[in-house]
Every structure is written in structure tokens, then in C-alpha cells.
């Protein structure tokens, strides 16, 4: 069975920084692309950002260039999206997507809840 676990979100101030992580079972996490998204309240999920399997290549919304980096430890079947220079804006409930290269699949986490509040 696949799982995608997402952590890391929170509550941070206006300026603050947070690092989610997204931790898969169940696939062979390098042969899969994966890419952040954000869902705000009222509003339709976006992208954020993707880094394809073997993390050489990354690729990120407008709105974070320059603020979010994107990461991958395949041997630890984990991926990373480190925020910085966190704005309201910013605030959604954050998803990790898997989605297979070299495998047929397309999988989501649960979603983590990020507050950007002073």
C-alpha cells in the first residue's frame, strides 16, 4: 500500500521559515517525480513546486522563486520543501504528490495545515 506523510506545517510569523517533509512507502520513491501543492480556503489547489526523480532538476511557481527550495534524499524516501520569507499568502494546507516516471502511479499525501499569522 503507498503512503505519501507529510509534516513539518505550522504556525509561523510573517518573515519566518518552515521545512515540510513528505516520507513515501510502499514505491520505489526515485523512479516518481515529486511536487508540492497548495490549497488555500475558497481557492482551487496549485502548484508549488517539483523535482523530478532523481532531484537535478527542480522547477517552482512564480510566487516562490527565490523564497521555497525543493529537495529530495531518495535513500530516505523523503522529500523536502524548505519556506523562507513566508508571506500570509503563503497560508494553505500544503500536499505532496508522487507522481511515477518509470512507474505508472499518482499518489497524495494527507496535507499539512501552514498559518503565515503575526
Known amino acids: 500500500q503507498v503512503q505519501l506523510v507529510e509534516s513539518g506545517g505550522g504556525l509561523v510569523q510573517p518573515g519566518g521559515s518552515l521545512r515540510l517533509s513528505c516520507t513515501a512507502s510502499g514505491i520505489i520513491f526515485s523512479r516518481y517525480s515529486m511536487g508540492w501543492f497548495r490549497q488555500a480556503p475558497g481557492k482551487k489547489r496549485e502548484f508549488v513546486a517539483v523535482?523530478?526523480?532523481?532531484?537535478?532538476?527542480?522547477s517552482y511557481r512564480d510566487s516562490v522563486k527565490g523564497r521555497f527550495t525543493i529537495s529530495r534524499d531518495n535513500a530516505k524516501n523523503t522529500g523536502y520543501l524548505q519556506m523562507n520569507s513566508l508571506k500570509p499568502e503563503d497560508t494553505a494546507v500544503y500536499y505532496c504528490?508522487?507522481?511515477?516516471?518509470?512507474?505508472?502511479?499518482?499518489?497524495w499525501g494527507q496535507g499539512t495545515q501552514v498559518t503565515v499569522s503575526s
Open positions: 523535482i523530478n526523480g532523481s532531484g537535478g532538476s527542480t
Open positions: 504528490n508522487a507522481h511515477g516516471v518509470l512507474e505508472k502511479g499518482d499518489y
